[in-house]
């Protein structure tokens, strides 16, 4: 008797154990989801973000072309609002400052500074900077206002410049393409890519390397003794053998033409 009241003592004892041990269990069990759910959705977050990095470099890939084309030689130490204030500065010296606003029917011209680069760079190939001021690229954009009653809205037309010094102490500003964002895109926009076959440099005329026959000087540059000479720049040699010149292209001034109307 004894003997049977202690063994179902015993199993009465085993099954409350394991009844008791069910819901800890259970609990352990729901813990380990939830943190295996935590874990999961933290990876999935991650990859979440590393395709939507991954879509952004696209979209700026494919509709804003690729990252611009800076010389490595500037040096990180200048920030990119630094070079813009730099470039807008020099447009005083060329006399294309602007700062015009209005709420009225006109045109308004406002200056906006894009890249610089400084002397120390500008002086070496490809810029080949006679007067050894620096190079600018600046933006200058009219905005036309019409009247109130009118049912167009403002419209605007750009025009980029490249500002600059030659060797007599003038500054220029030579026009160019506006998908040009930076001064080393500007100066081979200008040669059509030759900037770094140039061996010496007149104003518009470049001396290159390379076969093919040479343009037509533009107005100002003569050919006097075997030299081509011009009023404020420096004599330069003609071709020799496997060289030519070719002329500097300049693009058309927008800023000033008509839009709509």
């Known amino acids: 008797m004894s003997a049977a009241l202690t063994s179902s003592a015993l199993a009465r004892a085993q099954g409350l ?3 008791s041990l069910v819901p800890l269990a259970r609990r352990v069990e729901a813990e380990r989801g939830r943190r295996g759910n935590v874990e999961r959705r933290a990876r999935l977050e991650a990859a979440y ?3 939507s ?37 020099m447009t005083t010296h060329a006399g294309m400052l602007y700062d015009e606003h209005g709420s009225t029917r006109g045109d308004y011209l406002t200056t906006y500074g894009l890249d610089y680069v400084g002397p120390t760079v500008s002086v070496l190939s490809p810029y ?30 750009a025009t980029r410049y490249l500002i600059g ?17 930076t001064v080393r895109e500007a100066v081979s926009w200008i040669w059509r890519g030759r900037e ?50 070719i002329v500097g292209r300049r693009a058309t001034v927008r800023a000033s033409e008509e839009t709509r109307d």
């Open 128 to 157: 080949l900077d006679k007067g050894r001021a620096g190079l600018a690229l600046v933006e200058v954009r009219r905005t036309r206002r019409y009247a109130r009653s009118c049912k167009w809205g403002p419209s605007s037309v």
């Open 17 to 19: 154990a394991v009844r």
């Open 165 to 181: 010094r030659n060797e007599t102490g003038t500054w220029f500003a030579h026009a160019v393409s506006v998908k040009c964002v």
């Open 196 to 245: 770094n076959a140039i061996i010496e440099r007149q104003g518009d005329v470049a001396l290159v390397s390379g076969g093919g026959r040479s343009e037509t000087l533009p107005a100002g540059h003569v050919v006097i003794d075997g030299v081509v000479t011009h009023a404020t720049h420096a004599a330069m040699r003609t071709p020799g053998p496997r060289e030519r010149l």
């Open 49 to 51: 973000q590393r395709a």
């Open 53 to 89: 990095a991954l879509d952004r470099v696209r979209f700026m890939r494919t509709f804003l072309g690729p990252r611009p084309e800076r010389d490595p030689r500037v040096g990180t130490y200048w920030s990119d609002q630094r070079r813009r204030d730099k470039a807008r500065a």
